[in-house]
C-alpha cells in the first residue's frame, strides 16, 4: 500500500486548488476527534466504575472479617457454655437461679450502648475490681472489661451472689461473663451482616443496576449518602470529617439517576483527593419553588484564577499523570447541561464551594 505525504506548507495551495478535498479531509478529522473523545469517556466512566469497585472491596472486608472472627469466637464461647453450665450443676445452682441470670445478660446486653467516657470507665473497672477483692475472689477473672463495657454495676454483682464458695462464684461469674459476651457477639454478627447489606444496597442503587436510562424520580440525599458510604475509605485514610447540611422537605428530582451519580462521585471524590489530611469538607442541600441545589465545600487552599476557566475543559488536570484524565469534570458539566441544570464554582483560599442546581420539573431530553 503506498503512502503520500505532503509538507504543512502546501496546505494552504491545496485548499486554493480542491476546496472540496480540504472539506473532506476535516470531516474525517472531525469523525476522528468525535471518536476520541468518546472513547475518553467511556474510559473515564469504566475508571470510576473500577475505583468504587476497589472502594466496595475495602468497604467489604472489615465487615467480612469481623464475622469470620466472630463465628469461631462463638464457636469457642459455645463450648465453654457447655463446660461452665455443667461446673453449676456440680454446685447445685438452682434452674430458677440460671433462670435469673439470663434476665440480667439480657438486660445488661440492651444496655450496652450506653457509652462510657474514659475517666467513667476507670471507675468502673476499679469498682467491679474492689468487689472481687472484698469476696475474697482473685483479681485476674477475665470478667473486669466485659462487666464494665455492659454496665454491669456493683449491685449487679450483689443480686447475683451466691451463698455458696468462692469455687461456685468463681464459675457463676464465668458463665455470667461467657453468656454476656456470647449475647454481645450475636449482636456485633447483626451488625456486621447490616453493614454488608447496607454495602451491596448503596453499589446497587448507585450504578442503578435494576433501572433503565430514564428520567425518573430521585431522592437527591440518599444518593449522596450512598456516594459517601462507597468513598468511606477515603474519607477514613485522610480522616476527613464531613458536615451534612441537608435540608428538610427535600423535594424529589427528575434524574437520568445513573449518570447523576456519575456528578456525586466525581465531585466528592476530587475533594477529597485535594483535601489534606484531618480536615473536612461540607455538604449542604437547599431548595426553592423550581429547583433543589447541591454545595460541596471544602477548606483547601483554592484553585489558582488562572487555571478557574479551565477546569471544565476535556482532557485538563491538575493531578498527576496516572491519576486522572481531566474527563471527569467535563463529563460533569456535561451531565449537568443534559438536566438543564447548572454547575458553579467559585475558590478563595481556605474555600472552594461547587455549587449544583437542578430543576425540579423537566422534559425528557435526548
Known sequence: MKRYTLHKKYFQDLEQLNPAFVQRLIGYMTERARSFATTQMQLEKVSALGRLSAGMAHELNNPASAINRISSEL???????????????????????????????????????????????????????????????????????????????????????????KDALTDVLLWFENVLSSQRMLRDLGEASNRISNLVGSIKSHVQMDRTNELQSTDIHEDIENVLTLLGHKLRDKHIIVQKRFCDNLPPVPAYIGELNQVWTNVIDNAIYALDIGVEFIVETSCDSKSVNVKIIDDRTGIPPEIMSRIFDPFFTTKKVGEGTGIGLDLVNRIIKRHNGEIKVTSTPGRTEFRISLPITQQRQS
Open 75 to 165: 464457636t469457642m464461647r459455645l463450648n465453654l457454655n457447655y463446660e461452665l453450665t455443667e461446673k453449676l450443676l456440680r454446685h447445685n445452682v438452682s434452674a430458677e437461679y440460671i433462670q435469673s441470670l439470663r434476665h440480667t445478660v439480657a438486660a445488661k446486653t440492651f444496655n450496652a450502648d450506653n457509652r462510657l467516657s474514659a475517666l467513667q470507665r476507670v471507675e468502673r473497672e476499679d469498682e467491679i475490681s474492689a468487689w472481687l477483692d472484698h469476696n475474697g475472689l482473685p483479681g485476674n477473672l477475665k470478667v473486669i472489661e466485659p462487666f464494665a463495657d455492659a454496665g454491669v454495676t456493683r449491685e449487679d454483682l450483689d443480686a447475683i451472689m451466691v451463698n455458696e464458695t
